[in-house]
Structure formats: structure tokens, C-alpha cells
């Protein structure tokens, strides 16, 4: 398993469990990869390192197939390798370690019910914008 960083490998920032029960080759391309190591570089791999716990990626990088199977909307950052969506024991307070700490971020959406935070990073004109879906 190649790491990206301490605390992260390509492995679970590309593997679905949607895409193994349906053998999806769920690869990114070039241009995904870097926005994948991007997103770990500086945003990941900081905040795991101020949050002090594992943070586990339930989706990160999904093909069109597979963004399209699991309900992802067209313009999904997921697709380009921009987003990760990080669970943890209390999502809000990963949030609440996001921004104290200052990590540059394009979104993060906190699904309260299902306890998840999503959060990306785009390679141009990040808008730190702050979304809570109760």
C-alpha cells in the first residue's frame, strides 16, 4: 500500500466498496492523482495531524460509473480527485478543527445525521465555504 502521506494511502483514497461488489475499475488519471495528492498534502494530512485521531475516507476519487451508481451529482468534485468525505467519531468537531486551524479548503458540507464531514480542495479560486445538512 503506497502512502501519500503519514496517515494516508492511494488505497483508501480511491477504494469503494460500491465499485468491488460491482467491479468498477474505479483508477484515476493524471490529473486526479495530483488533485488527490493536493487534497491530502493540504488539507488531509493537516487536519488529521491537528484533529490527533485516525480519520477514515469513506469516498474519495469515484469514476463517472461510479460517481453516477452511488447518486453523485455531474459536477461532483469527487470526479476530479478534489474531495474526500472524512468519518470520525463527531464530524462537528472536525469541522470545528478545519477552521481553527486555518486549512485552506474549497467546501466542507458536515452531514450531521450521518456524521460525515466532506470536504475538497480546488486547484484554483477556493471559496472556504461552509455547508451543515442536518
Not at 477552521?99 to 479560486?125: C, P, T
Amino acid at each position: 500500500m503506497s502512502l501519500i502521506s503519514r496517515n494516508f494511502s492511494w488505497t483508501e483514497m480511491i477504494w469503494s466498496e460500491t465499485a468491488e461488489r460491482q467491479q468498477i475499475r474505479n483508477v484515476p488519471g493524471e490529473r486526479e492523482e495530483k488533485a488527490l495528492r493536493r487534497l491530502v498534502e493540504e488539507v488531509l494530512q493537516p487536519l488529521r495531524t491537528a484533529y490527533g485521531m485516525p480519520i477514515r475516507i469513506s469516498s474519495g476519487y469515484r469514476c463517472p460509473e461510479l460517481n453516477k451508481l452511488v447518486g453523485g451529482v455531474a459536477s461532483s468534485q469527487h470526479l476530479k480527485g478534489e474531495a474526500a468525505d472524512c468519518v470520525v467519531l463527531d464530524a462537528t468537531a472536525l469541522l470545528a478543527v478545519l477552521l481553527r486551524e486555518g486549512i485552506l479548503f474549497d467546501q466542507a458540507i458536515l452531514y450531521q445525521r450521518s456524521n460525515f464531514l466532506h470536504v475538497s480542495l480546488r486547484a484554483v479560486k477556493n471559496r472556504k465555504m461552509v455547508i451543515v445538512k442536518r
